[in-house]
């Protein structure tokens, strides 16, 4: 198994500028989500998913979108990339359930100029 | 709602010294609880959880976790740590019910001194 995959692993974009962080993951997991992690902030959760086709907000979700049409995929779109949007973003995934460990992928890197 | 307070933002220590790196909660309703260590430039990976039954909890790497919820606190510890365990460390909450939300601390790093 890959786990929990993100692309691209570095990312630098002008202000205005849009793009998708992908996620996928090969474990079958129905929940998704997606972080990001800012210094003394710790993680704050953007978008979550319990399944295909369900998504909904977190903590921080303005300036961002995502959608699950898989159970695989859970990409996070970026509509106007601003430099408070630089960070580093966390996908995770796991079973159904709070009890269930949540699978990290590595991470990507984005810095807006 | 829930939240989660870690104390210390950093926690220098000596390498075989013990340690105890700090976490408070508050929630509305009964959570399961979840310390994660994050290595440098890596994502996170699950330490130790508390779902239920014993109050002390064995993880991965020789941490323990002791619940105690009159304090509603979730303190992780190791009698003695080692320079690997170099890392950032995050305690976690989640509901127990449907609404598979986890919430987060904001990190305690632990620098392990020679």
């Known amino acids: 198994n890959a786990g929990v995959t993100q692309t691209p692993k570095f990312q630098v974009l002008k202000t205005g500028q849009s793009m998708t962080l992908q996620c996928a993951q090969d474990m079958n997991h129905e929940y998704m989500s997606w972080y990001r992690q800012d210094p003394g902030m710790g993680l704050r959760l953007i978008h979550y998913s319990v399944g295909a086709g369900i998504t909904d907000q977190g903590e921080v979700p303005n300036g961002y979108n995502v959608s699950r049409s898989t159970t695989e995929d859970f990409p996070l779109r970026l509509l106007s990339a601003a430099p408070s949007q630089t960070s580093v973003y966390f996908c995770?995934?796991?079973?159904?359930?709070?009890?269930?460990?949540?699978?990290f992928g590595p991470g990507t890197r984005l810095t807006v100029l | 709602a829930q939240s989660v307070t870690q104390l210390d933002s950093q926690v220098p220590v000596f390498e075989e010294a013990p340690v105890e790196l700090r976490c408070n909660y508050s929630s509305s309703v009964s959570v399961y609880l979840f310390w994660y260590v994050q290595y440098p430039n890596q994502g996170l990976q699950l330490l130790l959880k508390y779902l239920s039954g014993s109050t002390l909890v064995k993880g991965i790497n020789g941490f323990e976790a002791e619940f105690n919820k009159s304090q509603t606190s979730f303190h992780l510890r190791k009698p003695s740590v080692h320079i690997s365990d170099t890392a950032e460390y995050f305690c976690?909450?989640?509901?127990?019910?449907?609404?598979?939300?986890?919430?987060f601390g904001k990190g305690t790093r632990l620098h392990i001194l020679p």
């Open positions: 995770a995934s796991s079973y159904l359930g709070s009890t269930n460990e949540q699978f």
């Open positions: 976690a909450v989640g509901p127990m019910n449907r609404d598979d939300k986890i919430i």
